[in-house]
């Protein structure tokens, strides 16, 4: 299987609003570097659906900001959307609705690695393009190319994150979202795997269904049986959101240390309040630029790149303006 790194994708230079499940009209389009054309000259204009894993969320925002910037550029439409819930019973009547309109190509970033297999099998036989960006299968077989953070090595980041804020010592949580989801998986196997060489007690995986009041509550109870807690690792935005709750209502906000994951504002106004240290930030702008990229590819017979990691940064209160973190904060309107 072919695999690259992620470079980092032009300015972005259309302007959009993201409006729940769809993106308005923006900026330029025109003769791509693929031959697909937005006027004139006889070429296909190729129809795009991205389907997120939750509406609202700016992760998928940003994603969908790069996905628009890609698809003016080669000349493609694109339409956005995504369920109410990060959940496979939500996200299945999404892509069945979409596969009755036959888009060219999906970008899809499945709620469930196994649960969304079958709707995409379907799919994908009807000659549908399948890009799946952000999570995947477990069986991907059926996708044209994978579009994905490393979710493994931005864990480890946030491992190596709690050891400098807090020293090598004493215990670590890992608040989770639900078995199932590749990323948050991924970022826990990393956490995991960087904790065990600090030094770090381990205290293992507790889930949340996504559900913040949940991971606040988790936070809580552990506090209460682990007064040695030293460092929290939230693996995505609800997550965190409800951990800096637990934290704070506990009166260690700060005193342990809150690494997360995202840059949803919500993420960024932990680290501005002292609640959070640090986040994990992805380059959700480069998978969606990327991954209608590599549709068009498929779509107009040129060599697709498989599987594409991107890469993530660390957002800490010291860093926040500079441009190189700047630039991939998430937000649901683009510029
Ligand atoms: O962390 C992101 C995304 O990568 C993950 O798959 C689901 O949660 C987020 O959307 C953040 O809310």
Redesign the pocket.
Known sequence: MQQRRSARIPAVVAVLALAGVGVAGCGSSGKSDTGASSSGGGAKKYDITLI???KG????GSLACGAKQAADRLGATLNVQGPDR?DPSLQTPIVNAVAAKKPDAVLI?VTDSKAMYAPLKQLASQGTKIVLV??TLDDPSLAAAEV??D?VAAGGLAAREVAREAGRSGSVLTVD?NPG????AA?VNGFKAAAKSIGFSDLGVQYTG?DPAKASSVVTSTLAAHPDLAGVFA????TGEGAATGLRSAGKAGKVRLIG??A?PSGVEAIQRGVAQAQVV?K?LDIGYQGVEQAINALSGKPVTKKILTGATVATRQNLDDPSVKRYL?TNSCS
């Open positions: 997120t894993g939750v969320d700016a992760f998928y990060f970033a952000d999570t994905s953070s979710n979202v989801i590749s990323t948050t970022r996504d693996t995505n935005t609800l994951f995202d949803n992805l959700p998430y």
